[in-house]
């Protein structure tokens, strides 16, 4: 493909990539196709690399039926989209957590010690240069990151001609409480940071209503 093949592919999964309101409960995403979605989402970029996020996909009708109460904004998605992942971050990212040792030691490969510079950087960097000061902060750092991951599971799903919904609106606290009582997550080390909805629509696709690139972009020179 030229460079401008290329071009046009990109905006044209950026306008066929819309938040579905209406799924086909029938129509199923192949087991291939949900695995490429899913590694576009581990392949993610985090801060330091330390990829503080956990995919859980609810096939579990009780557990949909639980919480549809409280999840206002993932009713189309819970009723109709082929999947429902919940996107977990995670709470306890720190320099001297038992998280990072695991994730320097047991992935990356390489020596770990609280005191060694690599981890007073990333000590300075959270405390410091972003202030994380508080138990939310630490968790919405975590939480922002998770975001990038369902974005870039969103462009995957878009690419390969599936439909998704990305979904903040439920209760935070019921939705944690919930997790919490039916073991599906500790508190100490995970909280709910977003969920999306994967299928095929069963509506048309919506154009898209933007503000013009000149309202939201500068140059300075
Ligand atoms: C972080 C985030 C949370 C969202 N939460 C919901 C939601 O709970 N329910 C829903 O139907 N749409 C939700 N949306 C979809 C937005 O309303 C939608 O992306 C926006 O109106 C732009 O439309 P488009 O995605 O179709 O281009 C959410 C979008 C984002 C990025």
Request: hydrophobic letters at 35%.
């Amino acid at each position: 493909m030229d460079k401008d093949a290329i071009r046009k592919q990109i905006i044209a999964t950026a306008n066929r990539r819309y938040a579905t309101q209406k799924f086909d409960p029938h129509k199923k995403i192949s087991d291939a196709d949900w695995q490429t979605i899913l590694e576009a989402g581990r392949l993610s970029p985090s801060s330091f690399g330390y990829e503080p996020w956990k995919f859980i996909l609810i096939n579990n009708k009780q557990i949909k039926n639980d919480i549809r109460p409280f999840s206002w904004g993932g009713a189309n998605s819970i009723d109709g989209a082929d999947k429902l992942l919940l996107i977990l971050a995670r709470t306890d990212v720190t320099y001297d957590s038992p998280y990072i040792k695991h994730l320097v030691e047991e992935i990356k490969h390489k020596e770990y010690s609280p005191e060694s510079a690599p981890s007073q950087h990333f000590k300075a960097f959270q405390e410091r240069d972003l202030a994380i000061d508080s138990d939310r902060a630490l968790f919405d750092w975590a939480s922002k990151q998770t975001y990038i991951a369902m974005a870039n599971m969103m462009t995957a799903a878009a690419e390969l001609d599936i439909d998704s919904c990305p979904i903040e609106g439920f209760n935070y606290e019921k939705m944690n409480r919930y997790l919490t009582t039916r073991g599906i997550i500790n508190p100490q080390h995970w909280k709910v940071s977003v969920m999306v909805g994967f299928g095929y629509r069963n509506q048309p696709i919506k154009p898209k209503v933007r503000q013009p690139l000149s309202d939201i972009y500068k140059t300075l020179d």
